[in-house]
């Protein structure tokens, strides 16, 4: 099965901005052993601008374009010798590719990105994507992860895409506000009643919220391919989504 796993800041990192050193080494290992299962793996990792403040030593996230763009450039080479350092322990060889959505709105280009991504895969190495966040502007931006694995899933024609985040999967209202919210295991299908659902956007180091991962979800399953939104606390849940167990919630791709 061919498994594309986005990771969010909130995931990745702690409250300050530094990497929850113990939950990445949690992820590397489970994602090395479900390589080693036969399955292809591929991550797309946000973290980047979230590590970049955490070695830069600034206060908080950065709100103007320089800057941030200044931490994404620090950020992006600490996260990758993490993931490099990390996966060698298990034999896998890792690749970092970084897009913009001119990447992948052109033709030509999509084409050279899907291409190096099939090869990549063929070699048995593990993809490592993220966002260009050092060079994309507001023009040229994707905007955020869930978007990106979705667009990614699509490119390789994946069976299945993990959204790894802060909540544990989509409610019947927001869980933080209301006490009587549910979780929903299965959608069938994207509805307005089921977009109706999306509150704002999730942690302060993050950039998405569920209306991204619903957005998503109609993206993934219109090409056949399944989505899960789950808590990223716990890598190990991946084992049972990769065997179809009920984790979070699935959102079903169309046959």
Do not use: W
Not at 229 to 247: C, D, F, H, K, P
């Amino acid at each position: 099965m061919r498994i594309v796993v986005k990771v969010g800041t909130s995931t990745l990192a702690h409250a300050t901005g530094r990497l929850n050193i113990r939950r990445v080494e949690e992820l590397v290992k489970v994602l090395s052993d479900l390589k080693n299962a036969g399955h292809e793996m591929i991550l797309v990792s946000s973290g980047a601008i979230g590590m970049g403040v955490g070695k830069l030593n600034l206060p908080g996230r950065p709100a103007d374009m320089p800057t941030k763009q200044a931490a994404a450039a620090v950020g992006q080479c600490e996260l990758m010798y993490t993931y490099d350092k990390l996966f060698s322990q298990y034999n896998h060889t890792v690749a970092q590719i970084l897009l913009t959505s001119e990447d992948v709105d052109h033709d030509d280009r999509r084409q050279n990105f899907e291409n190096t991504m099939a090869r990549l895969l063929e070699l048995g190495a593990l993809p490592i994507i993220n966002e260009n966040d050092t060079v994309a502007t507001a023009e040229i931006k994707v905007g955020d992860n869930d978007t990106l694995g979705a667009i990614v899933a699509c490119s390789v024609g994946a069976d299945l895409l993990v959204l790894l985040s802060d909540i544990e999967g989509l409610y019947t209202a927001d869980p933080r506000k209301n006490p009587d919210a549910k979780l929903i295991p299965v959608v069938e299908e994207v509805t307005p009643e089921i977009e109706a659902l999306a509150g704002g956007k999730g942690s302060d180091l993050a950039t998405g919220g569920m209306e991204t991962k619903l957005r998503a979800a109609k993206m993934v399953t219109a090409q056949g391919c399944d989505m899960v939104i789950t808590n990223g606390e716990q890598a190990q849940r991946l084992y049972s989504i990769a065997e179809g167990r009920e984790v979070g919630t699935r959102f079903l791709g169309k046959k």
